[in-house]
């Protein structure tokens, strides 16, 4: 029963960006040897055209959609020591203006992987678990750079993130605060960092011991403020400040765990004129062992 809530506390506490949080999911295994995988699935996109945080006329009809599959696997050396990869496979596609006409790009493929090493303290008041987690990551540049419309930009990228989480057999709290340092990319890119908050809480509505299942309700609060890319940059990545919010489901029956999560844009602000994130769609499926 023990592994089972780890698994579930865990399972709610992912959000955007993407980057931020640790299979599976953000918690468990919490015991010495666990292993885990999970698949996710994403998509964004608009064609909501903002200058600073006010919409504006879009007659080229630009706009842009992305899905993204993440293979996601973590190994528990102990409680409080982690290894974690996220390697995502990226479909997307867009309009943009080339020379004042609206031009339709596409393409797909394998994006940066990434790794994470997530160190967490824990602590137990009876029926209280509270922990403080450390966790540094690296990008690794094995997604498309070149081309048009490249995937990534081909730089080593480093982040990290602090969190503290609380929760009882009813309520469970997460708050993450998390940084990534872009590096140089290919032919001088070089997209803009990112610092930003995380902020998940949510109830236990129902747990039925005779099938070890149950469910829990989250609501999801996610806030980042990203630099403007620097040199001729070709990929989604943009400047501005963005705080996306919405509800997220969790249902769970032994070690298996299904995730669903819908946000909608609270605040957009962007660096000049560009496009909006847009309305954001998670489902996940996830098992730990």
């Known amino acids: ?35 885990g ?5 994403q998509e964004f ?17 630009l706009e842009r959609d992305v899905s993204v599959t993440w293979l996601e696997g973590v190994y528990t050396f102990k409680p409080s020591i982690r290894a974690t990869f996220k390697l ?41 678990t509270q922990n403080w987690g450390l966790t540094p990551s690296i990008r690794i540049p094995t997604g498309e750079s070149s081309g048009d419309f490249p995937i990534d930009d081909g730089s080593w990228d480093f982040g990290l993130s602090a969190s503290y989480a609380w929760e009882n057999p009813k ?4 708050y993450e605060l998390f940084y990534w340092k872009q590096g140089q990319g290919r032919n001088g890119v070089r997209s803009g960092d990112t610092v930003g908050l995380d902020l998940n809480a949510g109830i236990h509505p129902w747990h039925s011991n005779e ?11 996610s806030a980042w403020h990203s630099d403007s890319p620097s040199g001729n940059n070709l990929t989604i990545a943009s400047g501005g400040t963005r705080v996306l919010t919405g509800p997220v489901v969790v249902f769970y029956r032994e070690n298996f765990m299904a995730r669903v999560e819908f946000k909608i844009p609270a605040y957009e602000r962007v660096d000049g004129v560009g496009l909006s994130v847009g309305n954001t769609l998670w489902v996940a499926f996830g098992a730990a062992f």
């Not at 608009?46 to 504006?56: A, F, H, K, P, V």
């Not at 309520?171 to 997460?174: D, F, G, S, T």
């Not at 099938?211 to 609060?221: A, P, Y």
């Open 211 to 221: 099938s070890n299942s149950g469910m829990f309700l989250i609501w999801d609060v």
């Open 88 to 128: 995502p496979y990226v479909d997307q596609q867009r309009v943009k203006a080339i020379n004042g006409v609206g031009v339709h790009q596409s393409t797909s493929g394998l994006g940066d992987l990434v790794l994470g090493l997530p160190l967490k303290r824990y602590k137990n008041h009876g029926r209280v």
């Open 171 to 174: 309520v469970y709290q997460l």
């Open 1 to 35: 029963m023990k592994r089972l809530l780890a698994i579930v506390f865990s399972l709610a506490a992912i959000g955007s960006p993407a980057y931020a949080h640790q299979p599976v999911m953000d918690m468990a295994p919490r015991w010495s040897g666990g292993y």
């Open 45 to 61: 996109g608009s064609d909501q055209l903002l200058d600073g945080s006010t919409e504006i006329p879009n007659p080229l009809g």
């Open 37 to 41: 995988f999970q698949l996710r699935y």
